[in-house]
């Protein structure tokens, strides 16, 4: 079982950058999971903005592609989500999910403030 534990949020000005990271909390490897990066602000409903299969591929969310970049580091059994030239609109809680057959977790949210 996976306790995913996102770090990395905060607040940041109009055009500047985070990363996120998501990583088991007992240090368990997320190589075999497919994982991805959700979003929620209040009021909206949970969207999802990038993800990473466990085979190496990517995709994204329309609003992600170009600004966004998802990876993984095994090493350090992290993964990662890189955010560029972040928008007012990009402010949200931001989740992790991991995803392995019928198994999937859900971390607690890191929230994300794009303000000036």
């Known amino acids: 079982q996976l306790h995913l534990v996102e770090s990395g949020g905060g607040l940041v000005q109009p055009g500047g950058s985070l990363r996120l990271s998501c990583a088991d909390s007992?240090?368990?490897?997320?190589?075999?999971?497919?994982v991805k990066w959700y979003r929620q602000s209040p009021g909206e409903q949970r969207e999802l903005v990038a993800g990473?299969?466990?085979?190496?591929?990517?995709d994204y969310a329309h609003f992600a592609r170009d600004r966004f970049t998802i990876s993984r580091d095994p090493a350090k059994k992290t993964v990662y989500l890189q955010m560029d030239n972040l928008k007012p609109e990009d402010t949200a809680n931001y989740y992790c999910?991991?995803?392995?057959?019928?198994?999937?977790?859900w971390g607690q949210g890191t929230q994300v403030t794009v303000s000036p």
């Open positions: 999910n991991a995803v392995f057959g019928r198994f999937t977790y």
């Open positions: 007992k240090a368990t490897s997320l190589s075999f999971y497919t």
């Open positions: 990473s299969g466990s085979g190496g591929s990517t």
